[in-house]
């Protein structure tokens, strides 16, 4: 047998993630454009998970996502309906999609469209519903579903047009190199990436509006949102991450995500096989009137974001949130150099002021997570426990050890090394 | 009615102020009478044990395992405490994390400090020749501390560095002071003219300090670790060290010092000793020298008078004075050894026994190891001293003091040998021996060196001449009879040992393997250095001003030997 070159491998992958060019071309309904999606199902976030073992964000999303599409009138009749068997679950990421928190998403859902350019993927994610109580945090009551429809019937084909408008769409790449070096980190802060956003898309919508009504409310439900650019930027790494996935011998993680119950890794050399453990619980700052004891474990495709090489990773760009990580901005730079430990290379595109414009961290090598004990950095919002009450607070976790032991492991038997 | 509780951590690591920290915090807890928190070898295991601190649960410990162990008023205040471990480490953790930003890995290390030519690894043994293989694969020289590192590993660390070019101090090095800086344990000391290579600690640090009392200074003091002249080892480090202060500018007399050594791993780095251009100062401990002084070799006894000696040496020393004889530069390329044909036996075993200091491999018919044994004794093999006295040449006829017609017929036929360089030879005069051995010999000798001559090769001949102007001879006639035939005259047989021993070490230099050159100070930069291990080793390197970076070092894969392994595999 041929000895497998795996840092090649993982020089190949890691530039293919690096050389990704993800372009927002436009919104569309998810039944449409998602693959393989079907009415009765329900995409969430993270690996795998049955309704029993769901979260209680989760389980009120799946609700919400039923009551939104039609299928039921009421909590009720969701949970009966999915305790008939009648509803398939798949996580987002085995459908090119991710999402938010709990990620739901169901086929009448209006998704963006982020392309790769330079390798030909397509990736999707909702759109972001902004604060408060939202299907996201599994949020399901009238309120939140009649927010939902205005963003598909009135939000989103404003803003569709004013992206196939727009003669190249949005480099979503070059809006986070610029966004990294106004403050944000991609996850946890998208502040200065949702107003390049909204700056971005606002003559379009003024221009293609028919009714200027609709075009201030869209406008400004872009603007009150520091997270609307949140979903495009997660489609767009997760068309990064798909670029690098698949590379024969890479022991590069291409997928980081969580469901509430498990977070689940996928490695590019290792195909389709999900590495799950039990979710850590955030170490955070909270909300007024909220402490830890009310947290949900922690959930998210989000971390989809940490996988390229930006949100924890690039937490030394973002020294206004460095309250997440306990304290001082020699911690945001610490977060971000305790990252160069385990990736394989500096981003090409995405560099830091503070570290003298050096690249972010890159490429997580399972096997230096094992061998060193350091697993990535987090940034995340933390919901709470129960469904619907929504986001509680912000801060700092790390995915169970185990799972890249196990992928390592799993690794060594596929290629042969043991 | 005390309570003992413990537990024990398996694959993590703490530097032992760490350890004494938490310990500190343990006893500072409500209801704590007595708290132990240490590594689970078998010694700190004993020590706990002495104290009452070694709960049965803690027994099983190995020495990657940190035991945590706390006796308290009652069981609930014991496991409070436990519990409380955490918290305390965090609270470290937190202090800590406010500095620069610490490195886990070598080569994150070696990428915010590029320019160090250092890394001091004081892991644990069992990690040690891993961190030490991966800094020489950065290309960095070692400082290695650590002890209970294999002797393979050993060999395998230092021949990969003598490859590079790199120098492995250790592993068991406690100390060395490189371009000023102390590494380890270390001496303040000043400036100076001494280089010191060391293979132990103590001895290191003891002669710094006598010559900084003395009032001088050293340039580098490099350690060796204990073990590197061993026979598997043999000196890879000591050869480095002695060649990097030889080029040295600065260093004008070197110190080399050892516990005790086997002689033979004496005899060897004798040979390179002698191809030393400085003098060198000798201190095997337990080592008989067979001379006080040998070309540019000095013994001493105690480290004390190495240090004397060597500032002695520094003061008196014209370094453009030659202590070698230059009479080897005219010696043809096949012309390697000496032959040695002697009418006295103790004149021919005091040779080889002097000559040990400059080569291992002197065969003889008398030889002092027996491997080096002559099948022949007619004929010679390499480097051979014969003792013509002995039965097998003096059956039927008479003692070659009187009867030299046998070793004139030798001596020709080792004057026809390509491969001989020198003949050595003893003349004993006195009552009962030949009447007028010169007359004899004069002839021989200059027809001798006249063939040499014309087929391009210089016979070099040494007479050994013992004798006194009252003697029936006259010793001064009977030398002069052999200097006009061009013989070399020696009075003594250490010094015609020592005369012939410099010219054949000169003759085998070319033929030994050359070393790679060592460089301490790359482009005149000072010392910089990564610390692997002990934080005080790294506080020490700052507190002198030297460059440093602190590892926080931690067991791979968590002390996971299946994970260690796949892991091994999985370096490509």
């Given at each position: ?418 | ?116 030519q250092w ?22 020289h070692?400082f ?21 070019g790199?120098l492995?101090m ?5 100390t060395a002071v490189i371009d000023g800086v102390g590494l380890?344990?270390a001496n303040q000391s000043q400036s100076g003219s001494v280089g010191i290579v060391a293979a132990s600690?103590?001895g290191l640090q003891a002669l710094t300090v006598t010559i900084d009392?003395l009032g001088s200074g050293i340039t580098n003091a490099i350690g060796t670790?204990?073990?590197d ?6 000196g890879?480090t000591s050869r480095q060290a002695l060649d990097v202060l030889n080029r040295d500018t600065n260093t004008k007399v070197i110190i080399l010092t050892s ?10 780095l004798m040979?390179v000793l002698h191809a030393l251009e400085k003098p060198v100062v000798v201190n ?9 002084q040998?070309g540019n070799v000095f013994f001493a006894?105690?480290l004390?008078?190495a240090a004397k000696l060597a500032i002695e040496l520094c003061d008196k020393l014209d370094l453009s004075t030659n202590m070698k ?190 070393l790679r050159p060592v460089v301490l100070d790359s482009s005149g930069q000072s010392l ?45």
């Open positions: 047998m041929a000895k497998i070159k795996i840092d090649q491998a993982n020089d190949i992958a890691v530039e293919r993630m690096m050389s990704a060019r993800p372009i927002l071309t436009g919104i569309a309904t998810a039944r449409d454009v998602i693959p393989n999606m079907e009415d009765n199902l329900l995409l969430h976030a993270g690996p795998p998970v049955e309704w029993e073992q769901m979260s209680g964000p989760m389980q009120g999303a799946v609700i919400g996502g039923l009551i939104f599409e039609g299928l039921v009138d009421n909590e009720t009749d969701a949970v009966s309906m999915v305790e008939a068997g009648e509803v398939k679950f798949a996580p987002c990421h085995e459908h090119s999609s991710v999402g938010p928190m709990a990620g739901v998403t169901t086929a009448s859902m209006k998704v963006y469209e982020v392309t790769n350019t330079t390798h030909g993927n397509v990736a999707y994610s909702n759109l972001n519903e902004g604060y408060g109580k939202v299907l996201r945090y599994g949020a399901f009551s009238d309120d939140v579903i009649t927010k939902l429809r205005w963003m598909n019937d009135v939000l989103a084909p404003v803003l569709s047009e004013a992206l196939v408008k727009s003669e190249n769409g949005i480099d979503v790449r070059q809006l986070l190199s610029e966004s990294l070096h106004m403050g944000d980190e991609g996850h946890n802060r998208n502040k200065a990436g949702s107003i390049l956003y909204t700056a971005k898309l606002a003559p379009m919508v003024t221009k293609l509006a028919i009714d200027s009504n609709i075009a201030s409310e869209a406008l400004q439900f872009l603007a009150d949102n520091a997270l609307s650019v949140l979903n495009p930027v997660m489609a767009a790494c997760k068309s990064m991450a798909d670029a690098a996935h698949g590379v024969d011998g890479s022991t590069l993680m291409t997928i980081m995500a969580r469901n509430g119950t498990e977070l689940g890794i996928r490695i590019s050399g290792l195909g389709d096989k999900w590495f799950t453990g039990p979710v850590g619980q955030p170490d955070g700052l909270y909300f007024p009137g909220f402490t830890a004891e009310d947290a949900s474990g922690d959930i998210g495709d989000s971390t989809i974001t940490e996988t390229v090489g930006i949100g924890g990773f690039a937490m030394a760009s973002a020294p206004a949130i460095v309250a997440f990580v306990s304290g001082t901005p020699q911690d945001a730079i610490n977060a971000t150099m305790e990252m160069y430990e385990i990736t394989v290379s500096e981003h090409s595109h995405f560099t830091i002021p503070a570290l003298n414009f050096r690249g972010t961290p890159v490429g997580v090598d399972i096997r230096k997570v094992v061998e060193l004990g350091i697993t990535p950095r987090i940034n995340t919002g933390i919901a709470h426990r129960d469904a619907g009450v929504g986001q509680v607070g912000a801060g700092l976790v790390r995915p169970p050890m185990n799972v890249f032991e196990d992928a390592l492991v799993s690794y060594a038997e596929h290629y042969g090394l043991v | 009615m005390t309570n003992v509780t413990g537990e024990i951590r398996s694959g993590t690591y703490f530097d032992s102020v760490v350890l004494m920290q938490l310990q500190k915090g343990m006893l500072e807890l409500d209801g704590v009478l007595d708290a132990g928190v240490m590594m689970g070898t078998q010694a700190n295991k004993d020590v706990l044990d002495q104290s009452g601190l070694l709960p049965s649960s803690c027994r099983i410990a190995v020495a990657e395992d940190l035991i945590i162990a706390v006796k308290a008023d009652s069981v609930s205040q014991a496991s409070a405490a436990l519990k409380h471990v955490d918290v305390l480490l965090n609270k470290r953790k937190l202090i800590a994390d406010d500095q620069e930003f610490r490195p886990r890995s070598l080569d994150m290390a070696v990428r915010t400090l590029p320019n160090s890394v001091i690894v004081s892991v644990p043994g069992r990690y040690a020749a891993g961190v030490a293989r991966e800094a020489l694969g950065f290309g960095k070692v290695l501390y650590s002890d209970n590192v294999s002797l393979e590993d050993e060999v395998s660390l230092k021949t990969m560095a003598a490859d590079k790199l492995v250790g592993p068991d090095c406690g380890g344990f600690g103590t009392n670790g204990g073990r002249l061993n026979q598997q080892v043999g890879i516990k005790p050594i086997s002689s033979r791993s004496a005899m060897e040979q095997f401990l337990g080592y008989a020298p067979p001379a006080y040998i006894s105690t004390r008078e004889s230059d009479s080897q530069k005219k010696f043809a390329s096949s012309q390697r050894y000496i032959r040695g044909l002697f009418s006295g036996g103790t004149l021919a075993y005091e040779t080889l026994l002097v000559l040990r200091a400059f080569t291992t491999g002197v065969y003889s018919n008398i030889p002092i190891d027996e491997s080096y044994k002559l099948d022949d004794h007619a004929s010679s093999h390499k480097h051979t001293i014969i003792d013509m006295g002995e039965d097998e040449f003096t059956i039927g006829r008479l003692h070659p003091m009187i009867d030299s017609d046998l070793r004139l017929r030798r001596f020709k036929q080792e004057a026809a040998d390509p491969e001989t360089a020198v003949i050595l030879l003893d003349v004993v005069l006195g009552y009962g021996s030949h009447s007028n051995p010169a007359a004899e010999l004069a002839p021989i000798i200059s027809e001798a060196k006249s063939l040499a001559r014309r087929s391009g090769r210089h016979l070099e001949v040494v007479v050994l001449v013992v004798g006194t102007v009252s003697d029936p001879q006259d010793v001064v006639a009977q030398t002069n009879i052999l200097r006009k035939a061009g013989a070399h005259i020696e009075t003594n047989a250490d010094e015609a040992a020592i005369y012939v021993g410099n010219i054949i070490s000169g003759l085998n230099t070319t033929s030994k393997a050359s910089a250095a990564i610390n692997v291990g002990l934080e005080s080793f790294y506080e020490s390197l700052i507190r002198q001003g030297a460059e440093a970076i602190h590892v926080d070092w931690q067991p791979p894969a968590q002390g996971k030997d299946n994970l260690m392994d796949l892991l091994a595999k999985m370096k490509s």
